[in-house]
């Protein structure tokens, strides 16, 4: 199949589940993965992807820099560096 035949094809079957807006869903979460295979930016994600990272990081241990400290020092501090 050439890319003008792939296209409709898939035009075709979503027209077909169009109505379902969970089949909808499923498709655009698996063409946003497929999408993002495509790019090589790492800092491309979805909003789950983002919201999952935010929550696991909250998670994590916490850190508090001191009055005056930069970030080089509080990292130095934490053994970071």
Request: proline share 4%; glycine share 2%; hydrophobic share 40%.
């Amino acid at each position: 199949m050439n890319a003008l035949q792939l296209n409709a094809e898939l035009y075709r079957n979503l027209a077909i589940i169009a109505e379902d807006e969970t089949m909808l869903d499923k498709v655009v979460k698996y063409v946003r993965k497929l999408a993002k295979q495509m790019t090589d930016d790492p800092t491309c994600m979805t909003k789950e992807e983002f919201f999952r990272r935010i929550d696991e990081a909250d998670k994590g241990p916490k850190y508090r820099m001191l009055p005056d400290e930069t970030l080089d020092e509080m990292l130095s501090r934490l053994g970071y560096v």
